[in-house]
């Protein structure tokens, strides 16, 4: 009975955790379809230049998520052992690499930008205007780099704010983002009462007014309840961080982190661009696909936050044995999930196509997207809880060649050999891709059951001098 109820306390402490980050994914994923298909109404040159831009973007947001996950793993064992200063030192650390950050993303963008959108720009007879998606995506871009800052700050503080089982705040605040992003979308796309329409740059200025409202609730917030916090007092009184800290978060947590996390959506960047060989009709296609996968998929990736933040503390608290015992349980638990969501997906993969206004063949290769997408979510709800795990103890150069050092020796090489040199169908080059995932799962799964994950990374912390 004690240990049932142990097994139960595991899976609530996952789930309160997981359940606001669902919320708060499941109506930023289901506003961003509403949007695409705002977008998707004005044209598929519009729709697939957006989609371009966000592809692009992804990159710069998740390697964003790389560098505060290369704190927050520290933060989340700070928390598990009730010391708040080294969580403050986590914060400190985050807010000051997020910004050199999208210092360096901004300027890679304004510098590169046009080269980067003609990679996806490919064969023009498909009755699709190659200049103006472009054109279109030129434009985007120019609004949207005005939301890096905003993005990138409210991932920092968020971040801290779950790790510290406090998950109901940014949920809020992603909630009135998404409110405030469809309204004036709807507005500014369309040029509806006193509002100019404009489109493209309508749906980029709706996203980054969006931003800056959702980073203010967030910091807001925050700052207004400090002292309830313990971690946020004094935040900004000082930049300076334990040297000796600084430098076990940038070796172990930020430089394999970063870089995996930049690797990994620049091989997700790289696979999409060897999909658009077979033409401009696919990127429209998966950029559909993309939009509802991710709606669907919003279930396991809050689930491996919840699972990190929990395995995390059991770590930080010394407690080893619970943190073996509770892993394996959670990852079947992400499996069995992710079967029910991905049926319905499935069931579900010609209905979303039909709504967009755009050819037959870019809904058909939707619709074959989103079904494989469907049939292979339990392999990815795994992974997802599997690179959690191992990430909460710390072992990052373990899920450095896992994640990316996979896709870029095996994913990649295989897309791009069969994109370049065969004449194969893309659904079914996507599908083979997608079952590459079943050797890492197998892989991933040996090394959670081995325990070599199993670490206590802030022990080791000492009062030393700042930097």
């Known amino acids: ?13 996952t789930l309160l955790i997981a359940i606001p980050v669902m919320i708060q994914n499941l109506i930023t994923n289901f506003v ?16 697939s230049g957006v989609a371009i831009v966000n592809q692009l973007l992804f990159v710069f947001n998740i390697t964003i998520f790389g560098a505060v996950s290369g704190a927050g793993i520290f933060s989340a064992q700070f928390f598990g052992k009730k010391d708040y200063k080294g969580a403050r030192d986590s914060l400190r650390f985050k807010i000051l690499t997020v910004s050199i950050m999208s210092l360096i993303g901004m300027a890679i963008f304004l510098l590169f930008g046009d080269d980067l959108i003609r990679v996806y720009l490919h064969d023009a007879d498909k009755g699709i205007d190659l200049e103006a998606t472009f054109g279109y995506a030129k434009q985007y871009m120019a609004v949207m780099l005005f939301g890096l800052f905003p993005f990138a700050f409210e991932n920092a503080y968020s971040s801290s704010l779950r790790e510290d089982s406090n998950a109901v705040v940014p949920m809020t605040a992603g909630i009135a983002a998404v409110i405030t992003n469809t309204l004036l979308n709807y507005l500014l796309i369309f040029g509806i009462g006193p509002f100019p329409t404009l489109g493209v740059v309508g749906a980029g200025i709706a996203t980054v007014i969006s931003r800056f409202i959702q980073t203010g609730i967030v910091m807001v917030w925050t700052h207004t309840n400090a002292e309830k916090l313990g971690f946020v007092s ?5 930049l300076k961080i334990p040297a ?4 076990r978060i940038f070796v172990k947590g930020l430089i394999p982190l970063m870089s995996n996390e930049f690797l990994w959506s620049a091989s997700i960047a790289t696979l999409a661009q060897c999909y658009s060989l077979r033409g401009i009709d696919v990127v429209a296609g998966q950029n559909i696909s993309n939009t509802v996968v991710n709606l669907f998929n919003v279930m396991f990736i809050a689930f491996g936050s919840g699972v ?10 010394s407690n080893m044995e619970g943190a073996k015992k509770a892993a394996p349980k959670l990852i079947w638990c992400s ?13 579900c993969s010609k209905l979303f196509p039909m709504i967009y206004n755009t050819t037959d063949d870019v809904r058909a290769l939707a619709t074959g997207f989103i079904f494989i997408s469907a049939v292979t979510m339990p392999l990815h709800g795994m992974l997802h809880c599997i690179y959690f795990t191992l990430r909460s ?20 090489p295989t897309v791009f050999c069969l ?23 197998f892989i991933g799964y040996l090394l959670i059951k081995s325990g070599i994950w199993l670490s206590n990374i802030v022990d080791e912390n000492k009062e030393v001098p700042a930097i």
């Open 234 to 238: 004094g935040l900004y009184r000082t």
């Open 244 to 247: 000796e800290l600084a430098k």
């Open 1 to 13: 009975m004690g240990n049932s109820g142990k097994k139960h306390s595991i899976y609530k402490r």
């Open 393 to 412: 103890g710390g072992k990052t150069l373990i899920t450095f060649l896992f994640d990316s050092g996979f896709s870029w020796l095996i994913s990649v």
């Open 308 to 317: 990190s933040v929990v395995i995390g503390q059991l770590l930080g608290a």
């Open 32 to 47: 961003a379809m509403i949007d695409n298909i705002m977008v998707g109404q004005i044209g598929t040159e519009q729709m």
């Open 335 to 347: 499996f069995l999930l992710c079967v029910g969501v991905g049926s319905v997906m499935a069931a």
């Open 419 to 441: 994109a370049h040199f065969t004449s194969l169908n893309v659904l079914l080059i996507y599908l083979i891709c997608q079952l590459l995932e079943a050797v890492k799962c």
